[in-house]
């Protein structure tokens, strides 16, 4: 299983930016799904998930209104549409899977502990 995420770079505070996690090896629909983030000197923390087959997608209230979850199925790829970013989006985001059901996203450190695949991670830098 391989998760290859892109599509970090940097951004002014209000800019937009939209990632991609392709997987391969995995089929990532109808598995738990998510992307995290983990800021210098923070822990990993998750902004939006998909916790199951059937579950909505679920976004931390530091995101919700900004950031858009999807996946394209056929393509077997993760998106987040980042909008109006501010100065604490900062991190390196990274893509998960989980072959089991997670808890939700907002629930740390337990969704980071069940995710069983994760990505190499990708930079977001938004300052002006």
């Known amino acids: 299983v391989q998760l290859q995420a892109s ?21 990532l629909d ?3 799904v998510g992307w995290f983030r983990q800021a210098p000197e923070k822990k990993r923390e998750g902004v939006s998930c998909i916790s199951g ?17 999807s996946i394209d199925s056929a393509k077997n790829t993760l998106y987040l549409q980042m909008d109006n970013l501010k100065p604490e989006d900062t991190a390196v985001y990274y893509c998960a899977t989980s072959r089991t059901p997670v808890p939700p996203c907002t629930k740390v450190p337990q969704v ?11 930079l977001v830098t938004v300052s002006s």
């Open 7 to 27: 599509g970090g770079g940097s951004a002014q505070p209000g800019d937009s930016l939209r990632l991609s996690c392709e997987a391969s090896g995995f089929t």
């Open 30 to 32: 109808g598995s738990a």
């Open 53 to 69: 087959r059937g579950v909505p997608i679920d976004y931390a209230d530091s995101v919700k209104g900004r950031f858009t979850f």
């Open 112 to 122: 980071v502990d069940g995710m069983d695949y994760w990505g190499k991670g990708t």
